[in-house]
């Protein structure tokens, strides 16, 4: 019965800030609480500004997670980090308390646009949430999501990480950008943007995210595609792959492109 908002702040030289709103009940026209964050993060001696935010929420807190780039140089990349915010303080309209987390060494893996899920119903006993990414294989291997799952999140998070085999479902020789759109009448093509996973939902011991891919095998051979993914998350020791599959163009109308996905699931997983 509440509203959250995330945004950025930053020039990407001086400074850069996490702003993040909730309002006080399910009407947004009323009071809001408000925090900012300075985000600058020191990442091997140098200072690091936030940018691409994920959001998600569960019973327990908020959280954002965002990909790290040098403060006012070339910009090299610095991995991501996570800022779990407690709902208590924040939602009661206290000062917010947060702390900043780098999950991948915790798990020691290279980490880039990891999407936290957003965690509807009951979690299990002491977790948080999950936090996902894709890995595409560019041999011509399986492709991979990876996930990581926190416990004990407003006390000391624990990250745990699997990997879990996807198939050979991405063409290797696409590597970030994806393939454009064509567009009517014209010969300038539509940003597909490039191949990460782009948000995530657990509901009913099930995790269900989305992606991009340029997929291997006909009807979408060559042009970007959504991709959806089911998790079953019943043993969290042991995920596994439950269902997956493409909503592509053809399934929209003809020559439609599909990308840049959302997805969300109710109670009856629908």
């Not at 140089?73 to 900043?100: C, D, H, M, Q």
Request: charged content about 15%.
């Amino acid at each position: 019965n509440r509203f959250v908002v995330v945004t950025l702040d930053s020039d990407a030289t001086s400074f850069s800030s996490i702003l993040v709103a909730v309002s006080d009940d399910n009407d947004p026209n009323g009071v809001w609480r408000l925090l900012k964050i300075n985000a600058v993060t020191s990442i091997g001696g140098k200072d690091h500004w936030a940018d691409y935010p994920g959001l998600a929420v569960d019973d327990k807190a908020i959280y954002i997670t965002n990909n790290m780039f040098e403060l006012g140089g070339s910009n090299p990349f610095g991995g991501t980090r996570l800022w779990i915010v407690r709902k208590t303080e924040l939602y009661a309209g206290s000062p917010g308390v947060f702390t900043i987390h780098d999950p991948g060494t915790a798990v020691n893996i290279s980490t880039a646009t990891l999407q936290p899920a957003h965690m509807f119903g009951n979690p299990p006993v002491g977790m948080g949430t999950f936090l996902t990414q894709t890995v595409y294989n560019q041999t011509g291997g399986s492709d991979f999501l990876s996930v990581i799952r926190i416990d004990n999140p407003l006390v000391t998070p624990l990250f745990t990480h699997q990997l879990i085999a996807l198939g050979n479902i991405h063409d290797d020789t696409i590597i970030g950008d994806m393939p454009g759109a064509p567009q009517k009448e014209s010969t300038e093509k539509i940003d597909t943007n490039d191949d990460r996973l782009l948000n995530a939902v657990w509901r009913n011991n099930f995790l269900w995210v989305t992606s991009q891919i340029v997929p291997v095998t006909a009807p979408n051979l060559g042009e970007p595609t959504v991709r959806w993914y089911q998790i079953n998350t019943s043993s969290l020791a042991n995920l596994t792959i439950q269902d997956q599959g493409n909503v592509g163009g053809e399934d929209v109308a003809t020559k439609a492109f599909t990308f840049m996905p959302a997805i969300c699931v109710d109670k009856n997983n629908n």
